[in-house]
């Protein structure tokens, strides 16, 4: 079992449409970061978290560490929204962070 | 800032060459890392260093990879000599203590 799961893997939706992806983690965390990844391009930090809720835009993360779970939500969905949404928990004693398998969102107009 | 600068960004060489990657950190990040993305394995930790110290390099797959970090604005990763399997997306990434990494553009390596 992996120590980071993300669900789904793939993801599908039309403009405008409010969408959820889920992270669950198995070890103990510093923060948990949500990063994506934009078709042959790079990697950008969206959020890193230890806690609670953060919004940038339409971009939402939450955060429940006594359950061990994240969720990162896009509001009103946009076609330049698809992409690979990849969670990372950040170890307590440790520098390195484990990463999700990825989520490959399309958001089709 | 620009950013975290990598190069170069596409690398095309036979098998058995040698490559050596290059990153340009943030001006003023105390950590550098480096990472290999592929399809089969997702995102993988391969080093990273600490004020140029390298802390941790259990991800370096084998003697043919080394990194090193002579100074706070440069560092280089090397395969030597490179083979097929080395193929990927390898991404240099660096950040503050406590903070969010920032990630380059990557390097796609292609060995054939």
């Known amino acids: 079992k992996n120590e980071v799961e993300q669900s789904p893997q793939n993801l599908t939706a039309q403009e405008g449409e409010f969408i959820t992806i889920n992270c669950s983690y198995s070890v103990g965390i510093s923060a948990l970061h949500w990063l994506q990844q934009h078709p042959g391009g790079g990697i950008v930090s969206l959020f890193m978290?230890?806690?609670g809720k953060k919004k940038h835009g339409r971009l939402i993360a939450t955060i429940n560490i006594q359950e061990k779970h994240s969720s990162l939500h896009i509001t009103a969905s946009h076609p330049r929204d698809s992409a690979v949404y990849i969670c990372a928990a950040g170890g307590m004693y440790t520098d390195k962070l484990i990463f999700g398998t990825g989520t490959r969102l399309q958001v089709f107009p | 800032d620009a950013g975290v600068i990598q190069s170069p960004r596409h690398e095309v060489t036979e098998m058995g060459q040698e490559v050596t990657l290059r990153c340009k950190p943030i001006s003023g990040h105390d950590y550098l890392f480096w990472y290999r993305q592929t399809m089969m394995r997702g995102l993988e930790l391969l080093i990273y260093f600490n004020n140029n110290v390298p802390i941790d390099d259990s991800g370096m797959p084998e003697d043919r990879f080394s990194a090193k970090m002579p100074n706070a604005s440069f560092s280089t990763l090397k395969i030597q000599p490179s083979e097929p399997r080395d193929s990927a997306v390898y991404f240099c990434?660096?950040?503050?203590?406590?903070?969010?990494?920032?990630f380059g553009q990557g390097t796609r390596l292609t060995v054939v």
């Open positions: 990434a660096s950040r503050l203590p406590g903070g969010k990494a920032f």
């Open positions: 978290l230890s806690s």
